[in-house]
Nanobody
Framework: QVQLEESGGGLVQPGGSLTLSCAAS????????IGWLRQAPGKEREGVSCISVTGGTYTGPSVKGRSFASRDSAKNTVYLHLSSLKSEDTAVYYC???????????????WGRGTQVTVSS
């Protein structure tokens, strides 16, 4: 059973940064790639990042150059650091199991409950 729990969302000023955390169960972390999706009000869900279980990576075009994702095997946790935040980054961010695809994209399968990120002054 996949277990994922997000934390770290909140209110951030434009230009600021934040780090989201996704705590996974040991089996989830061991057997699945883990990444992030987000969904802004009135918009479709979009992929933000993915680190596959084999080490492949994906970064969504909307955050490219402003994001860094990492996996901590000692804590079974995946992190997403976002910088130079804009109002357009306001969304619910979901941690999800994922895999990178041959076309350079990513596929997401199971996600958590999400954490709200609001970028506003």
């Amino acid at each position: 059973q996949v277990q994922l729990e997000e934390s770290g969302g909140g209110l951030v000023q434009p230009g600021g940064s934040l780090t989201l955390s996704c705590a996974a169960s040991e089996s989830t972390f061991k057997y699945y790639g883990i990444g992030w999706l987000r969904q802004a009000p009135g918009k479709e869900r979009e992929g933000v990042s993915c680190i596959s279980v084999t080490g492949g990576t994906y970064t969504g075009p909307s955050v490219k150059g402003r994001s860094f994702a990492s996996r901590d095997s000692a804590k079974n946790t995946v992190y997403l650091h976002l910088s130079s935040l804009k109002s357009e980054d306001t969304a619910v961010y979901y941690c999800a199991t994922c895999d990178t695809m041959p076309d350079g994209g990513a596929r997401y399968d199971t996600w958590g409950r999400g954490t709200q990120v609001t970028v506003s002054s």
